[in-house]
């Protein structure tokens, strides 16, 4: 409960050092600029930052389709940054047929995110390499 309370302390502070400073436009960001961490972001409000909450269970992340604003997702759901940018429920395999590593698209981000057969299978591209199968 203690690491809770120091978390939340510390969060408030990145939160508030960081709002108040001034931005323009519909300019958004993490907290201290660390994705995947904070409850919170930055939305420019009449030039200056202020700080918003994400939904439940949600955190901040850097929106890598639009620069200089930032998003809320599910914990460890930020793009794999290399892995190029995805549309709909399309999947490919990291090394078909030798691990069961592959990478899914998120619709929210349309970055790839890792992802894994269940343990012992191996990932295979289908036909139309639009998705995976795990066998």
Known sequence: MVRLALFAAV????AAAVSGNQCTGNQSACPGGVDGVSSTYLQ????????????SGQVCYANPN??????????GTGGVP????CSG???????????????????????????N???????????SGTGVYCN
């Open 89 to 115: 429920n399309t999947a490919k395999c990291v090394a078909p047929g030798q691990t069961g590593a592959y990478l899914q698209c998120e619709n929210w981000s349309h970055q790839y995110v890792n992802a």
């Open 44 to 55: 420019c409000s009449g030039g200056q930052y202020v700080s918003m909450n994400c939904p």
């Open 11 to 14: 969060a408030a502070t990145l």
């Open 117 to 127: 057969c269940p343990t012992g299978l191996k990932c295979y591209n289908n036909a």
């Open 82 to 85: 290399g892995s190029g940018s």
């Open 66 to 75: 639009i620069p200089g604003t930032a998003m809320c997702g599910l914990p």
